[in-house]
Each structure stands twice: as C-alpha cells, then as structure tokens.
C-alpha cells in the first residue's frame, strides 16, 4: 500500500493506493474557505494550515482505508510545483513517516499527479493519448507516451485556464475559488449572448487575458441592475469562450502529433461544458479533477523511489 500526501496548493490531502491503482482511502481538507476573504490563497496562511491538518488527514485516510502505518510499504509526496512553505509542510510529514518506519519515499511531480489520476482502478487508461491539463496554475498540452511522465508540447503564455476562470468570477462577484461556481451560474446563461475573443496564437500555446479583459469591459459597461440580469449571460458567454480555446487547440495538438486519444485532468477538467465538447476524450474522475493526493500516489507507482536515508536531503521546489 501506499500512503500518498498533497499539500502543494490550499488542500491537505492524504490518499491510500494500492500497487495496483486501487482507491482504498482519498481525504481532501479544502481550505478554500479559510482563504475565500482575501480573494485568493494567502500562502503563510495555507503553510501554517497544512502545519495543522497534515497529521489528521494522514490519520483519517488511514482509518478510511481500514489500514495502520504498518500496512504502508511506500510515502509518496508532492515534491512541487506550488508553494514552497505549503509543499515543505508535506514533504517534512512525508520524511519523518517513511523514516520512522525505513520506508522509501517517492517524490512526485504534481502535474504528473495530475496526468495519473487517469491510471487509477476501475478504468485505468493507457498511454499514448495527448493530454490537457487545466488547473489554476498550468495550462499545458502533453504528449503521454507512457505513465512515467509527459512531454510539453503547449502552454499558456499568460494565464492558466483555471485563473481566467476564478478571475472572471471575481469580475461576476462570485467567491474564490470561482471556477465552479461560475459553471452553475453559466447553466442559467446564454453562452451565445456575448461574443469574447478567442486567441488565436501561432503553434500550440494558449492565451488567456484577451477573454478576461473582454469580460472586464462587458462588465464595466453594464448599470448594476443591468450586471445583476446579465450575469448568467456573461458568465455562459464567458466559459464558453475558453472552453472553445481548450477544444479546439488540444483537438489540433491531437492531429499534429498523431494521437487518436485526448485526455482531460486538473480541476478545469470539473468544468460541464468541457466535459460535454469532448465526448470521446478520457475525463479525470469528477473527484480527481481538483488537487487530491490519490493521484499523487498513483504517479508514485511510476517513480523511481528512494530509499533511507537518501531523501532526508531532497527539497521541494516551486516551480515546474
Ligand atoms: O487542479 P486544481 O485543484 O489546483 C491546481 O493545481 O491549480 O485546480 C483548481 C482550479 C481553480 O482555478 C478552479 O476554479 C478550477 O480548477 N475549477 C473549475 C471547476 N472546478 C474547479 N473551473 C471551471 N469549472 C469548474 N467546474
Ligand atoms: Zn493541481
């Protein structure tokens, strides 16, 4: 069994896997609301919040999976990208519990985490398919040959598909993180109200911030009364023009690198009307979308792992 830890973002997240990609236990602490009044995450805050919840989440994935530490044969940890004080909260629980117990620790790519949320029971995928990760922090096309990692081949060259998201619901009045709240209030809208702007750059890369000042100057124009009954409207018109900008530059990245198969992950991967424009794609579970650490896990199962005590020195990095 493997214990897997998350704690890159605002959500500490402990999973128990098995060597075969079976969920035994998948505990997400969300502290999205502790960081809703500041508009966006407080990184000193979610370090110190990691700090207090690593050690029960790790114990209540441990009695969901009917398991102890004795049953666990590997720790798997998000190693980075993220924020560096949130990542080191995880990484440090990860050391002490694999070394107290001289296990190997595996460290993991978070966007591999991502990418192996398809590898998991009951409907593991196989590679090769060309892969869309939309999280708040990457938007990036990959090319999957084989579970052991990726190849970028696009990447946004402003912002991640998520942060258009949660930006227009900001613009929309909706709380942080908007991106799904955003998707409800779009079911209400007519997504052909609006005409916004899709990008259209030169090659593979995506470009998020011409939509999101379309968005803001929709806003702007509009009297209060006026926002209040277009807002379902905008917000329809809105998702659908990145969701348009995802389709149509993963379908060609397909085409361009010759695979049959598309693959969506990354809590972008939760939008509906994403999910609904790409029927014959691999979706990302519903509950493997957002950061979790079942998908850490996974990805461990494909990572060289390292033994004691040569992970005592390893550090996280923030960056990809
Ligand atoms: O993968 P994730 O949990 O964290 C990162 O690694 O960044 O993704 C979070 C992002 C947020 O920007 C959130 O607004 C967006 O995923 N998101 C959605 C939906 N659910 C979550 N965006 C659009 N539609 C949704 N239903
Ligand atoms: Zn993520």
Not at 128 to 135: E, I, N, S, V
Not at 275 to 293: E, G, H, M, V, Y
């Amino acid at each position: 069994m493997i214990l897997g830890l998350e704690t890159s973002c605002d959500e500490t997240a402990a999973a128990v896997v098995t060597g075969e990609g079976e969920i035994r236990a998948n505990v997400v602490a969300s502290q999205a609301a502790l960081h809703a009044s500041f508009g966006g995450v407080v990184p000193e805050v979610a370090s110190r919040r990691h700090l207090e919840l690593v050690a029960p989440v790790v114990r209540g994935a441990l009695v969901e999976a009917d398991a102890t530490l004795d049953d666990v044969e590997l720790v798997a940890v998000t190693a980075g990208p993220g924020l560096i004080g949130a990542l080191l909260v995880g990484l440090s629980a990860a050391k002490a519990l694999a070394w107290g117990r001289g296990l190997p620790l595996a460290p993991v790519d978070h966007l591999h985490g991502h990418v192996a949320s398809l590898y998991l029971e009951p409907e593991p995928l196989d590679p090769p398919f060309l892969g869309l990760l939309a999280t708040g922090g990457h938007s990036l096309l990959l090319d999957v040959r084989d579970r052991s990692g990726y190849r970028v081949v696009g990447t946004t060259i402003d912002d991640a598909a998520g942060e258009a998201f949660d930006k227009g619901a900001r613009l929309l009045g909706l709380g942080y993180p908007g991106g799904a709240a955003l998707d409800r209030l779009a079911a209400d809208g007519d997504p052909e109200a609006y005409d916004f702007p899709v990008a259209r750059l030169d090659g593979l890369d995506f470009s998020f911030s011409g939509v999101k000042t379309a968005l803001l100057y929709a806003v702007r124009g509009l009297a209060v009364d006026e926002l209040e009954r277009r807002r379902a409207d905008l917000a329809a018109s809105y998702q659908r023009a990145i969701v348009r900008a995802l389709v149509s530059r993963t379908r060609a990245a397909a085409e361009e690198l010759g695979h049959d198969r598309i693959a969506v992950v990354g809590g972008v991967a939760a939008n509906s009307e994403l999910r609904a424009s790409l029927p014959d794609a691999a979706l990302a579970p519903l509950a493997l979308c957002t950061d979790n650490a079942a998908m850490i896990a996974s990805a461990a199962r494909f990572v060289e792992p390292l033994a004691p005590p040569a992970y005592l020195d390893l550090d996280a990095h923030a960056a990809a």
